[in-house]
């Protein structure tokens, strides 16, 4: 007697995670949720560069990635940093070259002449510099407490953070290939909107 109700709610059971993974598939395309928009997905990669995000370091889909890629180039042309190559997946635009931009920190310190190109990806817009574009050679943090109130546990992947003077500028140099931008390794990258392009 005690068989048949065991047996009938592991069936119930059994039936019941079949209808839950059924919806579980429908279940984006009955969301029917609208797309993002620019500001929207800009927050969002701003929000996955910390390191606890659950999304640190995965790219977005195509669609999205696509209009945050356009979104960073309007808001880096708008800047004024729309000049030289810019980097994007999978393409590669070229504009005029920035060899005699001076670029500063937002207190008007100068940092360095020029920049190689402007990389977009998935985690933002980044100038690209070499060491000849910097004013003073970056060096690393003088402890992990430092690196951690200067990043505010932010992070660009694969790559290692370092200052530039004394400033709460951070300066990253890339030290593998990611998927999220195609930025390479030992190349040097600033968030261009720390930056100013007149002291």
Do not use: C, K
Request: glycine share 8%; no cysteine; hydrophobic share 40%.
């Amino acid at each position: 007697m005690n068989a048949t109700p065991t047996a009938g709610r592991a069936a119930a059971s059994g039936s019941e995670t079949s209808e839950r993974q059924a919806t579980i598939a429908l279940l984006p395309d009955q969301l029917n949720l609208a797309p993002r928009t620019a500001a929207e997905l800009i927050a969002d990669a701003d929000a996955r560069r910390h390191v606890a995000h659950p999304l640190h370091g995965i790219p977005f889909d195509a669609t999205e990635s696509a209009l945050l890629h356009d979104a960073f180039r309007q808001e880096m042309h708008r800047s004024g940093f729309g000049g030289g190559d810019v980097a994007l997946a999978g393409a590669s635009l070229h504009w005029e070259h920035p060899a005699s931009a001076v670029l500063y920190t937002t207190t008007g310190l100068p940092v360095a002449v020029g920049y190689d190109r402007l990389v977009v990806g998935d985690d933002g817009a980044w100038l690209e510099l070499t060491d000849t574009h910097l004013l003073s050679r970056p060096v690393p943090y003088a402890s992990r407490s430092a690196q951690s109130r200067a990043t505010d546990d932010a992070a660009l992947l694969g790559a290692t953070p370092h200052q530039i003077y004394d400033t709460p500028l951070v300066i990253w140099q890339q030290i593998v290939n990611v998927r999220l931008a195609p930025r390479r390794p030992g190349a040097w990258y600033l968030d261009p909107r720390a930056l100013r392009l007149s002291p």
